[in-house]
């Protein structure tokens, strides 16, 4: 039984550009090819049991010829696998894309081809510059920047180039830079036409130079620039100034580093320009054992009151209840309390209201509620079950004050956390070479777990960017590793901890 392959586009970078088509396509994969030159962050949607084939090509360096990748494509799909093949931007358009389909009709093997947002629109795009404009320009070439021009045989017509298309697009440009300039120059183009160099499009390393025909070499090298990089010819150019969108975001330039399993209450910041990188430092999984659990599920009508202080909690709890066949209708008369109002969104989802919602989990004052939402005028809870399912490691202040008060209260463990298995290769180079401008742990674990999997020279690299914590816990976890935290919320919450980094961001992009 043969295979199928997905040839898809992951994009210029811009983890946002990926197609929902890809996405879905990259969700059933069990077999993933991907090249260097895409947004590894996209690489977190793949099934965690697929197989992983780095082929990239970075500089001219190959870890794969492409008869290499051919034949892994191949060989792949007669064992009856569903490959994604990932490329950067669109496997059509100077992506080789082309050869692997006529590779895999040769074999006949069935194929598709989701297309990809090439960089040689979208990195003009967000540099602020239209391919395309009634008053400068009604088309556009895109050209490969990287062949030799001197060879005897070249496929391109520089004498129709230079003046018969109105906007030029180089794509892998920069070394051959000087050549491409005079080319067009001898063939017509007026020496004085505007140039955009883009480095790293749709990326928070996007670096943009203008200049024009005759100085752009010039300017590459005064300024450094290295491939990877869009060049545009054209008079669309002049129009940057006054619509470079993407550099003028508040938090154009930084990368967020987000140590949980999911980035859900952060995405302000991306709103913002800011890229997230999702390094996840624990997974919630379930319990080694449900028995307890169990036991509490099978006397549900013997509580009074479920306390719920996470989100997890709440699916945790909810997903046994329903294997066990239990009904919601089993719940009726009993008092739900959630600690914040994001567990309390959770429960609604399973329609149930909930009946007390403190902002924190604090024994003494969510006892006081407790007593106040009975009408007791007595301190004591005597008389009184609780249930609170919870995390593995979690702390015992309010079920030995609970109990301390003559209540009864069971805590079984309902999910618990580990530490995922990760090398963090390309984060370890992130955060060396001081782009991660801001590292976030959301408690101590995933601070204690970070530093065990970057190893030795975790709190080295640390000290590259501003560390922002969650509360005093977390705080604690990382001021007794010997380091500095930068942000920290009055709030406990991750709505506020976004709040305090933006502010952050704000106070240190101001000029002195």
């Not at 043969?2 to 197609?19: E, F, H, M, S, W």
């Not at 197989?51 to 360096?61: D, M, P």
């Not at 870890?63 to 009856?80: F, P, V, W």
Request: glycine share 10%; proline share 5%.
């Amino acid at each position: 039984m043969k295979g199928k392959v997905y040839l898809v586009g992951a994009g210029p970078g811009d983890i946002g550009l990926l197609t929902v088509k890809g996405l879905r396509c990259l969700q059933k994969a069990e077999v993933v090819i991907y090249d260097f030159h895409l947004n590894a962050q996209v690489l977190n949607y793949v099934n965690h049991d697929a197989e992983f084939i780095y082929a990239g090509k970075r500089g001219g360096h190959h870890t794969m010829t492409q008869d290499k990748i051919n034949d892994i494509l191949i060989q792949k799909a007669k064992e009856g696998k569903i490959i994604c093949r990932l490329k950067g931007g669109d496997p059509f358009v100077f992506g080789r894309g082309g050869e692997e389909a006529v590779a895999l009709s040769r074999e006949g093997i069935e194929f598709e081809v989701v297309p990809g947002v090439s960089s040689s629109v979208a990195a003009p795009a967000y540099a602020g510059i239209p391919l395309t404009h009634r008053l400068y320009s009604s088309s556009f070439a895109v050209i490969p920047g990287y062949e030799d021009i001197n060879k005897n045989e070249s496929t391109l017509e520089w004498s129709k180039l230079a003046t018969g298309v109105g906007t030029l697009v180089f794509l892998m440009a920069v070394k051959n830079v000087d050549l491409i300039t005079q080319k067009l120059i001898e063939n017509g183009r007026s020496p004085d036409t505007p140039v955009a160099v883009i480095r790293w499009g749709t990326r928070p390393d996007q670096r943009t130079i203008i200049g024009t025909l005759k100085d752009i070499g010039g300017i590459i090298k005064e300024r450094d620039i290295k491939p990877p990089a869009v060049m545009v010819v054209g008079d669309v150019v002049r129009l940057r100034e006054s619509l470079k969108w993407y550099e003028k975001k508040p938090m154009f330039g930084h990368r967020i580093l987000v140590t949980r399993e999911h980035i859900e209450g952060f995405e302000p910041l991306e709103e913002l320009g800011a890229e997230i990188i999702e390094f996840p430092t624990i997974e919630i999984v379930p319990p080694e054992s449900y028995a307890e659990l169990d036991k509490s599920i099978d006397r549900i009508g013997t509580y009074d009151w479920l306390i719920f202080t996470s989100r997890n909690g709440v699916k945790y709890f909810f997903k046994r209840f329903f294997e066990k066949d239990r009904d919601i209708r089993d719940l009726k008369g009993k008092k739900i309390c959630a600690i914040g109002t994001k567990t309390a969104e959770e429960i609604k989802k399973y329609g149930i209201k909930t009946d007390l919602i403190p902002d924190e989990f604090r024994a003494e004052g969510l006892i006081k509620l407790v007593q106040e939402f009975e009408g007791s005028k007595i301190k004591g809870l005597k008389g009184m079950r609780f249930l609170l399912p919870r995390a593995e490691i979690a702390r015992e202040v309010f079920p030995k004050r609970v109990r301390k008060l003559g209540g009864e209260i069971d805590t079984p463990v309902a999910y618990r956390t580990i530490k995922p298995e990760s090398r963090g290769k390309r984060l370890r180079r992130f955060l060396k070479e001081g782009k991660i401008s801001i590292a976030t742990f959301t408690s101590a674990a995933t601070f204690n777990n970070f530093r065990e999997i970057m190893g030795k020279d975790a709190d080295e690299l640390l000290k590259r960017g501003a560390i922002a914590v969650i509360g005093p816990v977390t705080a604690k976890a990382v001021e007794n590793a010997g380091l500095k935290v930068d942000i920290m919320p009055k709030e406990a919450t991750i709505e506020a901890m976004v709040v305090e980094i933006i502010k952050w961001v704000t106070k240190a992009d101001e000029p002195s």
